[in-house]
T-cell receptor
Framework: SQQGEEDPQALSIQEGENATMNCSYK?????LQWYRQNSGRGLVHLIL?????REKHSGRLRVTLDTSKKSSSLLITASRAADTASYFC????????????FGQGTILTVHP | EPEVTQTPSHQVTQMGQEVILRCVPI?????FYWYRQILGQKVEFLVS????????KSEIFDDQFSVERPDGSNFTLKIRSTKLEDSAMYFC????????????FGPGTRLTVT
């Protein structure tokens, strides 16, 4: 079964720095999505990239997708303390009804 | 901005009891989902629901689980006889399903089975 696996598992940076998180998966996908989860809270959809796209931007977020390597990266530029959260990638397979397969996540801590 | 809501926020129940977790999806969405997250683990898919029937389910979603859309607004997850290992955060999600299956999640219900 396909899986999204993120690295690093934890990332600690200073405010203003950029944060890069990576995700790998195993099987073909329809799209890949990134979500944020603040401690003990629900999941917030950040950005979606389709399998035929290579890069996408949304505000301070930049996502890339390399289907040949089955990998994606999420870049948060000019990080803020409020960006502190867990970040998950999730894939949607080509034949599913939108079933999201999540990775383990990256815990990002941004120090003020 | 429309959002998915879930009730209750926290449910404590004894092993063997039935629980019903409730969700109100975003009103114009057609696809509905339940996921769960055991403490410290990743989010796991349970079931997807479209056009009043289950469209996909995981191995976790056994005969103890059922879903229902009893009216035009609610979407429920029932666990018939809870086990200790059912303790988790349960998330409801909904989406339009158009093309990419972008999903919007509720805040979750924390289920504690004692």
């Amino acid at each position: 079964s396909q899986q999204g696996e993120e690295d690093p598992q934890a990332l600690s940076i200073q405010e203003g720095e950029n944060a890069t998180m990576n995700c790998s998966y195993k099987t073909s996908i329809n799209n890949l999505q990134w979500y944020r989860q603040n401690s003990g809270r629900g999941l917030v959809h950040l950005i979606l990239i389709r399998s035929n796209e290579r890069e996408k931007h949304s505000g301070r977020l930049r996502v890339t997708l390399d289907t040949s390597k089955k990998s994606s990266s999420l870049l948060i530029t000019a990080s803020r303390a409020a960006d502190t959260a867990s970040y998950f990638c999730a894939t949607v397979g080509g034949t599913s009804y939108g079933k999201l397969t999540f990775g383990q996540g990256t815990i990002l801590t941004v120090h003020p | 901005e429309p959002e998915v809501t879930q009730t209750p926020s926290h449910q404590v129940t004894q092993m063997g009891q039935e629980v019903i977790l409730r969700c109100v999806p975003i009103s114009n969405h057609l696809y509905f989902y339940w996921y769960r997250q055991i403490l410290g683990q990743k989010v796991e898919f349970l079931v997807s629901f479209y056009n009043n029937e289950i469209s996909e389910k995981s191995e976790i979603f056994d005969d103890q689980f059922s879903v229902e859309r009893p009216d035009g607004s609610n979407f429920t997850l029932k666990i018939r006889s809870t086990k200790l290992e059912d303790s988790a955060m349960y998330f409801c999600a909904s989406g339009t399903g158009t093309g990419a299956y972008e999903q919007y999640f509720g805040p979750g219900t924390r289920l504690t089975v004692t």
